[in-house]
């Protein structure tokens, strides 16, 4: 019971298991957006880092799954898209709607649209190291990679969308 008590005042699980990221990145990522608008950053640029922290929030829920052992036809797609749609309940109230013309096509809102292309840059850049890692051995190129990747991609993308 005291090693439980402990684990949870110190946020680190009970054993040590490799996660897709470190939680105390999460939690920064998370605790960001009045930050943010504060200090005058775009929607866009930091719901492209909410979308990366929920897509983590969905990988943690799938490995809890998967320790659990429940398993079902499209659980991992359904904690994914439940993990990144959970932004609307998060800031109900506090973030009014307001569409913006994206592309010349698209009319969204840019934390929404942030969200979503920060999560999708987040699954799409842990795949691509699992397959790099994969080619190499089964051994990362060098160390950290596994953290550098995703914030060189996120950071392409927010710089990306500051220049659209």
């Known amino acids: 019971m005291k090693r439980f008590l402990l684990s949870l005042l110190l946020f680190a699980p009970v054993a040590a298991m490799a996660n897709?990221?470190?939680?105390v990145c999460t939690v920064a990522i998370g605790a960001a957006l009045p930050i943010t608008r504060r200090i005058g950053v775009p929607d866009i640029?930091?719901?492209?880092w909410i979308g990366a922290f929920l897509a983590i929030l969905g990988y943690w829920v799938i490995r809890f799954m998967d320790r659990r052992g429940w398993n079902f036809r499209g659980r991992n797609a359904l904690v994914l898209v439940?993990?990144?749609a959970t932004i609307g309940f998060s800031y109900l109230g506090q973030l009014r709607y307001s569409?913006?013309?994206?592309?010349?096509?698209?009319n969204i809102d840019p934390l929404l649209l942030g969200t979503i292309i920060g999560a999708l840059v987040f699954i799409i850049t842990e795949k691509v190291y699992e397959y790099l890692k994969l080619k190499n051995g089964g051994h990362a190129h060098f160390?950290?990679?596994?953290?550098?990747?995703?914030i060189i991609t996120l950071a392409a993308a927010s710089l990306l969308m500051t220049l659209c």
Do not use: D, N, Q, R
């Not at 569409?99 to 698209?106: A, E, I, R, S, T």
């Open 82 to 84: 439940l993990s990144i």
């Open 143 to 150: 160390p950290f990679e596994k953290v550098v990747l995703p």
């Open 45 to 48: 640029i930091s719901g492209i």
């Open 99 to 106: 569409p913006c013309l994206y592309f010349g096509f698209l």
């Open 20 to 23: 897709p990221a470190c939680p």
